[in-house]
Every structure is written in structure tokens, then in C-alpha cells.
């Protein structure tokens, strides 16, 4: 890779998780469309024996 270094590489700071994916500039929505595109395709597999039901979630905003 042009312009990567080989040499030491810093440990991911939080281990478990991609911090550039928690950023809300670029992933803000990701998510819910992630879920609806997954619940899309899954309808027509699930169909008539199962519904495909999206619920909302809700985060804790402080500690």
C-alpha cells in the first residue's frame, strides 16, 4: 500500500468497536438503513408464516 507505514501500528484504543463507524458526520443513519435493507430482504423469505417488524431502540445520552 502506497503511503502506509509497515512499522509499528497503535493498538485500537477501544477494543471491540471502530470509532471511525461511531462518527456521526459519516454514519449518522447507517444503521436504521442497515436494519430496513436487512428487513426488506427478509420479507419475502419470511412471508406468510412471519412478519418483519423493526421496533426502535432507545441510547442513554449521559452517565
Known amino acids: 500500500m502506497e503511503g502506509c507505514s509497515l512499522g509499528a501500528v497503535m493498538a485500537n484504543p477501544c477494543p471491540g468497536m471502530n470509532p471511525y463507524l461511531d462518527q456521526p458526520d459519516y454514519w449518522s443513519d447507517f444503521h436504521n438503513q442497515l436494519v430496513a435493507a ?6 419475502p423469505v419470511l412471508l406468510p408464516k412471519y412478519r418483519v417488524v423493526v421496533a ?6 449521559g452517565v
Open 38 to 43: 436487512i428487513a426488506r430482504s427478509l420479507v
Open 56 to 61: 426502535g431502540s432507545l441510547r442513554p445520552t
